[in-house]
């Protein structure tokens, strides 16, 4: 290859197929593992407001929801590349 023809290529996948399948790969983990913590939210939500939960439990709700909604940035950022 010429010297100055190198910048010109344009390689949408670096390293063959197997970087194709890889984000995907990622992709899918990201979104399964989104909708446990929709659904471990959601479920928490629930508990914390029904009648039947005490004091010191609907406390500990309201602990496990944090921790659920702090998990939820890290997880979108699953497969992302972060700055060069």
Do not use: C, D, N, Y
Not at 34 to 60: D, P, Q, R
Not at 67 to 74: C, D, E, G, I, K
Request: proline fraction near 8%; aromatic fraction near 4%.
């Amino acid at each position: 290859m010429k010297p100055g023809l190198e910048s010109r290529v344009v390689r949408p996948w670096p390293g063959g197929r197997r970087a194709r399948t890889v984000p995907l790969m990622v992709s899918v983990l990201r979104a399964v593992l989104l909708a446990v913590l929709v659904v471990l939210f959601i479920a928490t939500l629930a508990a914390i407001f029904s009648g039947s939960t005490g004091g010191l439990e609907k406390l500990v709700l309201v602990g496990v929801a944090v921790l659920v909604a702090l998990a939820v940035p890290p997880v979108q950022r699953l497969g992302v590349r972060g700055p060069h």
